[in-house]
């Protein structure tokens, strides 16, 4: 008798850790493919270098969206020739300066077109509530992209809006957010 | 120890349990749902850089200037221009569809030609080679149809058509064309405007002026703002129109007999003057003299008393103003048109502040071209029943531009059968419209956001004023092309050189013989002119007007833009602004009065078959007090036989019945035409 629920419990808990360690170890390495930015943009320098402000190149418009990522052209103002010995500005320059192309850049916070996000509602809080602390790196962080939704890890999902929602006493209603 | 068979089944159940402590199961099925948002099928918002672009709309009648938002260099939107004084910051529903319209279903993407009856894609070099070969063996038996009396492109072609030997060059009927032609029958000369803004009381005969005719932005943010200042909008027509809802006052004629009531309005003023000193008022005293005002209030159903009342106001206002039309904003009687020009000479509001205000025409830059006055007097519809009747004869090449011919023509069969005797069809489109449709060559001619164009004093301006829109998009967005370049390449092709290599040469060219800089005029500076063309009128040889037509029952045309134009058909943003009292199911709805339906023996809802001069077509009865009796108010822009789902096989063809009548100097008149009603 005693063998025979050896037999079960045993494998049952080898079974229940091993599925453990799988769905919290290995799943997340399977489920997110690891992407770089196109571009190694060094926000350090700008930030403590140059004592740029965020607001600088992440402006709001005169109608109050947020223009998000600035423009290959906003970015040219100041790089429209080499300045540096970074490999990356030579990059940046020569490949997307030069030839008037955008930057791919990966947005590690990208909202489903459904999702309204207006920015200029949310302009009292901190932008790292929401974002990466990228103002003190100098490489950008690695993004992950989840193989099956293709959104990135980072992306907030809709309970961590309402959430917040909710705490801050701003109204839940599915208009707020989907137009 | 072996892992028997028992060992294996709580091994994956436990397996099983343990998974459900871990995200695999829940953040599995949360990204399949999360995935199906983004099937590569489903459109994507493109995020960007938002900038507004100034540009201009000439998908109606008219054009005025937009401006067109783009985020990311892609054009999303159009809105009205404020500093563009055609727009005022005004919009009509076609320029709000004109940034869908470049996606539009029914876009010609490459040029194409008819091949056993069916199209075939060819390329630029082959199309236009094809078009030089046919345009040499055609030699001087080509001809021109095109719907932009505005644009430069227009000359171009017609510059091509002249160095082949044919002054065949036509534009579409217009109320522009009827209007000049107006002044010319009384000794003016030039582009007829309207000071809407500066008029204190503005008598609108049969005009649908904030609706359809003429500047109809302007003239609506005219008469918003003289609302404040106590100025007073009173519509004369057969039918309650847009504008007419929103005046202080309709008056409902008779259908067509607007010019009789503005001559009657010339009798009374006459009457009240006795010592004018207009020329050629005793010739005009004999004329008017018909028209008195008990002979005109049995012919077109205005009372007496409000014929008096409508003169009394005319010559009490400091700044009174009679501007003609039709709700069809086209097929307008020049006679009726000479009567309100009339009244207005015998008030003095000829070039003054608050008149009609008579314009230059604008300058010919392309030397082989006719000039627009030669070009904007020749009758299309006159040409195309000669072809059909074989008096004239078919050209061998038709150049179709910018217009739909096969569409939206009075006497549409006899139209269509011209079209069908030319020997080769171009047609310079860029959508599939009825007349691309029939045509042996397509070449497909781009947008306005997609090529340089240009509009010079469209009808109804208050003052010149040339607008030049600079491409939006870097390159097309299929392989279409700007037909002033076609042709001028064609051109090159047959060795007949137009003088200039581009289009945009010859626009640059415009700019200069306007005195307007080019490089300010093509980031959206309206060029304004202030000159005036000094007139000497005469009421001598003011003509009749056309009478009613005698038939029981007329058919009237209202224009809507929302409905699409005689160029462009519903787009699919318009599809939702029509309503029941306009289209219901596949069938178009016609409105009548409570009067007219009793008499025809048909009530609200009935299928009727309404038979004119030109055929017939199929429509449900809508009872509407806002119109007059006799009277069957039909919206044109339905019944489409091409372009695409959104407007094709919906409602009916006004054009099918609408006939031209003959009016004075072998002009015509069909915005109003006799029909018959009977149960369907």
């Known amino acids: ?179 | 120890m072996g892992l028997d068979r028992r060992s294996f089944v709580a091994l994956v159940a436990g397996g099983v349990v343990g998974s459900l402590a871990t995200p695999v199961v829940w953040k599995t099925l949360d990204d399949i749902s999360i995935w199906s948002q983004n099937w590569p099928w489903i459109p994507r918002l493109r995020y960007g850089e938002e900038s507004l672009v100034p540009s201009l709309c000439k998908l109606g009648e008219g054009a005025y200037g937009v401006q067109v938002k783009l985020v990311a260099g892609h054009p999303v939107a159009a809105y009205g221009n404020p500093e563009h004084p055609l727009s005022l910051g005004g919009i009509c529903p076609l320029g709000a569809a004109s940034v869908q319209l470049l996606y539009s279903p029914a876009r010609v993407k490459n040029p194409k030609k008819r091949v056993n009856g069916a199209f075939v894609d060819i390329s630029w070099d082959e199309a236009e080679a094809l078009l030089a070969e046919q345009l040499k063996a055609a030699g001087a038996e080509v001809a021109l149809v095109s719907g932009d009396d505005t644009g430069t492109a227009a000359e171009v072609l017609a510059g091509l058509v002249a160095a082949l030997g044919s002054q065949e060059s036509y534009f579409m009927p217009s109320e522009g064309a009827a209007a000049a032609a107006a002044v010319g029958l009384l000794g003016g000369d030039g582009l007829v405007g309207y000071d809407v803004e500066g008029a204190n009381f503005l008598l609108l005969l049969g005009a649908d002026a904030l609706g359809s005719s003429g500047t109809m932005l302007r003239n609506a943010k005219a008469v918003a703002a003289g609302r404040e200042q106590g100025v007073r909008v009173v519509a004369v027509g057969p039918v309650l129109t847009a504008t007419a809802a929103v005046a202080d006052a309709w008056v409902p004629c008779k259908p067509g007999t607007e010019g009789m009531v503005a001559m009657a309005l010339a009798s009374l003023i006459v009457e009240s003057r006795p010592d004018g000193k207009v020329p050629g008022l005793a010739d005009f005293r004999k004329q008017v003299a018909a028209f008195a005002p008990d002979k005109v209030a049995a012919a077109t159903g205005v009372p007496v008393e409000t014929l008096r009342s409508l003169a009394k106001e005319l010559l009490s206002a400091s700044k009174p103003l009679v501007v003609p039309g039709t709700a069809a904003g086209q097929g307008m009687a020049v006679s009726d048109a000479a009567a309100a020009l009339a009244v207005n000479v015998l008030l003095d509001r000829v070039n003054v502040p608050g008149g009609v205000m008579l314009l230059p025409w604008g300058p010919k830059v392309v030397a082989a071209a006719p000039d627009q006055k030669t070009m904007l007097a020749r009758d299309v519809l006159g040409y195309l029943a000669k072809v059909a009747a074989g008096t004239t004869s078919a050209p061998k090449v038709l150049l179709v531009h910018g217009a739909n011919p096969a569409y939206a023509l009075p006497d549409l069969k006899t139209a269509q059968a011209a079209l069908a005797k030319a020997g080769f069809v171009v047609a310079l489109s860029s959508f599939m419209d009825e007349t691309a449709a029939m045509a042996h060559l397509i070449l497909p001619d781009s947008l306005t956001y997609e090529r340089y164009d240009d509009a010079y004093t469209p009808y109804g301006s208050g003052q010149a004023n040339y607008t030049v829109a600079a491409p939006i998009l870097k390159q097309p967005l299929f392989a279409t092309k700007a037909a002033a370049d076609v042709a001028l390449s064609v051109a090159a092709r047959l060795g007949k050189e137009l003088g200039f290599a581009s289009f945009e040469e010859v626009l640059k060219a415009k700019a200069e013989a306007l005195g307007a800089d080019f490089e300010t005029a093509a980031t959206g500076s309206v060029w304004l002119g202030s000159e005036f063309v000094p007139q000497k009128l005469s009421l001598a040889k003011v003509p009749a007007p056309g009478a009613p037509h005698g038939s029981e029952t007329t058919v009237v045309a209202v224009a809507q833009p929302k409905i699409g134009s005689t160029k462009i058909a519903t787009p699919p943003f318009g599809t939702n602004g029509i309503s029941p009292r306009e289209l219901q199911g596949k069938d178009m709805v016609v409105a009548m009065n409570k009067t007219t339906a009793a008499k025809l023996g048909v009530r609200a809802g009935d299928a009727v078959t309404l038979s004119g001069a030109g055929g017939e077509c199929r429509a449900r009865v809508r009872v509407f007090e806002g119109v007059v009796d006799g009277a069957v108010m039909a919206p044109m822009g339905l019944g489409h036989t091409a372009w695409d789902a959104f407007s094709r096989g919906k409602g009916a063809n006004v054009f099918q019945i609408l006939s031209a009548q003959a009016d004075v100097g072998g002009a015509s008149r069909f915005a109003t035409s006799p029909v018959g009603v009977r149960k369907a």
């Open chain 1, 1 to 179: 008798m005693a063998n025979s629920k050896s037999s079960v419990v045993l494998p049952f808990l080898v079974g229940v850790v091993a599925s453990l360690v799988l769905g919290w170890w290995a799943f997340p390495k399977v489920l997110y493919s690891q992407k770089t930015q196109p571009i190694r943009f060094d926000h350090v320098v700008h930030v403590e270098g140059q004592a740029m402000t965020c607001d600088q190149c992440h402006v709001f418009r005169e109608n109050g969206s947020f223009a998000g990522l600035p423009t290959t052209a906003a970015c040219a103002d100041c790089h429209s020739d080499v300045q540096g010995e970074d490999p990356d500005e030579q990059k940046f320059v020569t490949e997307y300066v030069q030839k008037g192309k955008e930057v791919e850049w990966l947005v590690y916070q990208y909202q489903p077109d459904n999702v309204y996000f207006s920015h200029i509602a949310h302009k009292n809080l901190e932008c790292t509530s929401c974002h990466l602390d990228v103002a003190k790196m100098s490489t950008p962080p690695v993004y992950y992209q989840n193989r099956i939704s293709g959104y990135s890890k980072n992306t907030m999902k809709m309970w961590e809006c309402e959430r917040c929602h909710a705490q801050s006493g701003a109204s839940n209603a599915c208009f707020v957010c989907h137009k």
